[in-house]
Each structure stands twice: as structure tokens, then as C-alpha cells.
């Protein structure tokens, strides 16, 4: 049993002694939650009564290895901008094309982004990157806050030593450098973009909090859906405020569904009138066709030692679908013929995010169901990957008033702001596949280290 595996059982252990077998501490934490707005979609962001521990030898190589792979994603967009080849094989939309070539006002192609990582006992892999200003920045701190000071934790760490991972006022200085670098001359007025759901009356979610920590630090800051934008006289505006920063976590695909290039965001940001984080360049690296650029060891042969190296040991060889050859473990290779016969170890997943195609596991799924899945793929830009074996613990959590103990996946998530890592957060989930679960959310995420 290694030093983690014995803390998470003294945790839980922990929870079956006096008085923490009365669950009013956890009932409190819950309504703390809600006081809070920490929640998403109605539910707790957080349903789990212990958080994630990590080593300090992970977190350390955790950041070394990521840094290095942010530094290479880096790269690849930069070639990617510059070779037309490159591009095309990113599958981008027309429309998304046009805004990536926009020339955002800055330098940087990710101010804020995370990589999707699976830690565990001796390994580690990134299998996804997202260039989305990252979930769980604003909900992990203050999850943290919370937990630190619950009865169980407070007991807990008369024998561990426990760091909190907090990243928002790194969140803010990268934005901030980003308009500065952008131009930005005054102190500027930041509005937060995200849709709006239908019916929604008032503001929830981490951006809700966000807002508040950006108002609080001094900057006039408001949550923002596309439709309440207007652009006239070279200022977008949202009623009588007058953007300067967005802060975006709308998807460029999403906002193509709904709008054209005439919106009027498109037009103030192709004319230079508002600063965007992230910009619309940043969309390059979110398709799943940058882990294929960045395996093609014919693109990244004369990349720095450090990032090849970051590449080889923890990015699992990815492809994008299509009728041609291609090289596996050194190997030629028929890509279509080599996906059918190793289902076991192969899963497909789609160029975007767009919630219309889904991930296929071929270990889940039968030969004709493979096949199936293939021929969508050929159709539909798909990248297939090689297997990764997924992090899993267990977590307690209060379920109808009892306590309950589940078999999670763990997905860790370093977030980096301008190429550096500034702490990570937990998603945990069912990890069945399926697409809804009670139980999916937020832990808060703590560096474990024994007292001396």
C-alpha cells in the first residue's frame, strides 16, 4: 500500500468513527454548497465527502510533463497557422477557419487551456486538450476553502499536511496580459460570454463567481449571453456597458450553430474593437486532430528534447480517420484495416465536442458495432486513439441521507495560463460511458505530504 492509498483509507475510516458517523457535518457542508452557488444544472458541483489527494512527486511531475506539452501544442498551432497542409488536416469548419486566421491582438494562442489526464499508481497519460477557459478553476477553490475546514479534514490534518491548488488570480494576470499585449490602455470592463439557458431567470454556475472575483479585484465585470451583445460606433456593448475584455467560454462550433460572421462580436473582434480570451486562434488546438500532429513524429522531429520527450511518454498515439496508411510502433500500417482488427485497444472519438457524435470504446463494443462505428468515422471527422486505462477510486458521498462509498473515475485536469501550470481540479465520474449521472462533479483537489 503506497503513502496515498493509506491516507485515503484513514480518510475513510476516519468517516465511521464518532462523531463523524453522524452526517450533520456533511448535511452542513451540502447547505454551505448551495449558499455558495456551487452548483451546475440544480445538482451540488461537488456530491463526494472526501476530496482527491495527490502526491507532491505527482504534482511535480505532473507540471514538468504538461508544461512541456503545452509548450509543443504551442508549436504544432503556430505550423499549423503557417502551412495550409497542416490546417486542413485540423477538419475545421470554413467559418472556423476564417476566425482562427483573425489576428486576435496578442501573441499568445492559449491564455487559459487545461489538459484531460489520467493519473495513476507509477503512470500518467494526457488523453485530451482543451482550449476552453477551463472549468473548475473558480469551483475548486472554493471547494477547497470548504473542505479544509470541515470537521473530518480539520482531524485529517493533524497527521497530513494538505496544500490547497487555487488558480483564479492566475486566471485574471494571464487575461490581464493579454489585453495589455492587446493594447489595452485602461482598466477594462470584462464580460463574461456563455449562453443563456432557456427560461433562465437569473445568473448560476462558476461564472457567477468569477464575476464576483473580478469585481472585487476592481474590474466592472458582467455575464453576458451572444444574443444581448450589440456593436455600433466602434464599441460592443451589452445595454450600456461597454465591453473592452471578453472573457469567452462560449465554443466556436456552438457559436456557429447559432450565428453568422455577421454577429456582432465577429465584427468588433475582426475589426480589433474588443479584446477575446481565449481568442478565436485558440479553437485550433481544441479538435482531437492535434494529438494526431503531435504522435506524426514527421512534424515534430525537430521540437525541442524536453517536449518530444513529453510527447512519446504520456501521449497515447492518435490518428485522424481516414482511407490511408499510416505508421504504428514504427510500423506501415492500413488504417482502416488495423482499427478493425484491434477494437480491444483502440476507441473513436470525435474531431469536436459538439454533443452529436460520441466516444466508441472498442472494448465495449462488438465487431459489427466496430465496423459500424468505423464507417460513421470515415464520414465524420474522427480521431481514433490507443487505449489509456482510466484512474479510478473510491469516494464517499451523501446519497438520500446515508453514507455510500463508489467506485469513481478520476480525470485530473493541470490548468496552465500563458504555458504554465497554476494547480489542477478533479472531475469525477461513472466512468461507464454514459451520459448522465447523479454523482458526476467537482473534488476539491489537495497535494498530500505526511507531517514530519
Keep these: 500500500m503506497n503513502q496515498l492509498e493509506e491516507a485515503v483509507g484513514r480518510y475513510q475510516k476516519l468517516l465511521e468513527t464518532e462523531p463523524y458517523k453522524d452526517l450533520g457535518w456533511a448535511e452542513a457542508l451540502a447547505e454551505r454548497m448551495l449558499a455558495e452557488h456551487l452548483t451546475q444544472g440544480g445538482q451540488l458541483i461537488c456530491p463526494f465527502l472526501r476530496p482527491n489527494f495527490i502526491s507532491r512527486r505527482q504534482y511535480d511531475t505532473l507540471v514538468k510533463a504538461a508544461e512541456a506539452l503545452f509548450s509543443a501544442i504551442d508549436r504544432v498551432k503556430q505550423m499549423a497557422l503557417a502551412t495550409p497542409a497542416l490546417l486542413a488536416r485540423m477538419e475545421l469548419l470554413p467559418a472556423e477557419k476564417m476566425l482562427a486566421l483573425i489576428d486576435p491582438g496578442y501573441p499568445f494562442l492559449a491564455v487559459t487551456s487545461l489538459l484531460d489526464t489520467h493519473l495513476g499508481n507509477g503512470s500518467m497519460y494526457f488523453v485530451e486538450y482543451n482550449a476552453d477557459t477551463p472549468v473548475g478553476v473558480a469551483y475548486g477553490e472554493a471547494l477547497a476553502d470548504l473542505f479544509y475546514d470541515c470537521p473530518p479534514v480539520k482531524e485529517f490534518r493533524k497527521r497530513y499536511t494538505l496544500q490547497k491548488l487555487g488558480g483564479k488570480k492566475h486566471l485574471l494576470a494571464a487575461t490581464l496580459k493579454a489585453y495589455k499585449q492587446y493594447g489595452g490602455k485602461k482598466q477594462p470592463n470584462i464580460a463574461i460570454l456563455e449562453f443563456r439557458q432557456p427560461f433562465q431567470t437569473t445568473e448560476q454556475g462558476e461564472y457567477l463567481l468569477l464575476r464576483d472575483f473580478f469585481r472585487a479585484e476592481g474590474y466592472p465585470t458582467e455575464i453576458v449571453s451572444p444574443d444581448q451583445l450589440e456593436y455600433r460606433s466602434g464599441v460592443l456593448r451589452h445595454g450600456s456597458f461597454a465591453i473592452d475584455l ?58 525541442p528534447a524536453a517536449e518530444t520527450k513529453a510527447i512519446r511518454q504520456y501521449i497515447p498515439w492518435t490518428r485522424m480517420v481516414a482511407m490511408a496508411k499510416t505508421t504504428y510502433q514504427d510500423q506501415t500500417v492500413d488504417l482502416p484495416a488495423f482499427i478493425v482488427k484491434h477494437r480491444e485497444k483502440l476507441v473513436l472519438k470525435p474531431n469536436d465536442d459538439s454533443g452529436e457524435h460520441h466516444s466508441i470504446r472498442g472494448w465495449e463494443t462488438d465487431d459489427a458495432g466496430w465496423e459500424r462505428a468505423l464507417r460513421r468515422a470515415l464520414r465524420t471527422p474522427y480521431v481514433v486513439q490507443e487505449k489509456v486505462e482510466a484512474t479510478h477510486a473510491s469516494f464517499p458521498l451523501l446519497r438520500y441521507g446515508e453514507l455510500e462509498i463508489r467506485d469513481m473515475q478520476v480525470d485530473l485536469h493541470p490548468h496552465a495560463y500563458l504555458g504554465k501550470v497554476q494547480g489542477c481540479s478533479s472531475w469525477l465520474s461513472a466512468g461507464d460511458g454514459s451520459a448522465f449521472s447523479t454523482v458526476t462533479g467537482l473534488a476539491p483537489t489537495f497535494i498530500l505530504e505526511p507531517k514530519a
Design 246 to 303: 471578453i472573457y469567452r467560454r462560449v465554443k466556436a462550433q456552438e457559436f456557429l450553430l447559432r450565428y453568422d460572421l455577421s454577429h456582432p462580436l465577429v465584427r468588433a473582434y475582426r475589426e480589433g474593437k474588443v479584446c477575446v480570451v481565449n481568442s478565436f486562434r485558440s479553437e485550433l488546438a481544441h479538435k482531437k486532430a492535434i494529438f494526431d500532429l503531435l504522435t506524426d513524429e514527421t512534424i515534430t522531429a525537430g521540437f
